[in-house]
């Protein structure tokens, strides 16, 4: 009986140890399935994760592509920009050396207006015809006063525009108008009074200077015979005065600031 009891005890035990074993068994299977679940989810996870980030990069490489597209854009803006910017520059150069001509020339024309009245201007300088005779002294000092020299003759133009205005004045054909030259220093050599520089350009009468009679030591302009002579320093004849136009319009700055 006891063995019986102790068998039976035995069986029991055996049966409850196989099932626990079964039940051990069936437990880890159901724990590996779970994690084998949650494998799969995370790979799944994970897959979505990758496809995530190469859907990323390639929106990054195609933003990066427009981004130098923009930028190769920006260089030929720039490019275009700095060839604009140059143009600019030289139209406004220009424009500013034409507003700079525009005013020189305003003022060339306001220094045609300023020689004074009974003045005349020709090519730049102001020119003053007298209306009385004077030796050839006297008119030197009244050239003078007028902050003027006596006219010498510089070329051939002027010469003809000169002859011009001695006859328009109605200087008498046979008289002579003076010249700012003398030869009082040397015989022969004739020099400017206003600098003892000698002549640059001279158009003498045929025979002249002759010194007739050895007392023509200043020289004048022959109307009559349309060139230079010397003559007699004390006869009394017409003379022109000449200044140049900004040194006029200096001396009269200085007189009006001197009044
Ligand atoms: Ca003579």
């Known amino acids: 009986m006891k063995l019986l009891i102790l068998f039976t005890i035995l069986i029991t035990i ?96 306001d220094d045609i207006r300023s020689c004074e009245k009974e003045w005349v201007n020709y090519q730049g300088d102001c020119y003053y015809f007298s209306t009385s005779t004077a030796s ?9 006063r007028f902050d003027a020299e006596m006219i010498l003759l510089q070329n051939a133009e002027e010469e003809k525009w000169l002859d011009l205005q001695f006859r328009i004045r ?10 700012g030259a003398s030869d009082v220093q040397h015989e022969g050599r004739f020099l400017s009074v206003s600098n003892a520089e000698g002549l640059r350009y001279s158009h003498w009468v045929r025979g002249q200077p002759d010194n007739l009679g050895g007392r023509e030591h200043c020289a004048t302009y022959w109307i009559q015979n349309k060139g230079m002579n010397d003559a007699p320093c004390n006869n009394k004849y017409n003379y022109v005065c000449k200044t140049n136009v900004l040194k006029k319009m200096l001396a009269l700055s200085t007189s009006k600031r001197n009044t």
């Open 170 to 179: 109605g200087y008498p054909a046979n008289r002579q108008v003076w010249l």
């Open 136 to 144: 050839f002294l006297d008119a030197m000092g009244a050239c003078h």
């Open 14 to 109: 055996y049966k409850t140890k196989s099932a626990s074993l079964l039940t051990g068994f069936y437990d880890q299977n159901s724990t590996n399935l779970i994690e084998d679940k949650q494998a799969i989810k995370e790979i799944d996870v994970l897959r979505q994760i990758i496809n995530q980030e190469t859907i990323i990069r390639l929106t990054l490489v195609k933003e990066v592509k427009a981004m130098a597209n923009d930028m190769n854009s920006l260089k030929r803006s720039m490019a275009s920009m700095e060839t604009t910017v140059a143009s600019l520059k030289e139209n406004s150069t220009n424009i500013y050396q034409e507003l700079n001509k525009s005013k020189s020339q305003t003022i060339e024309k």
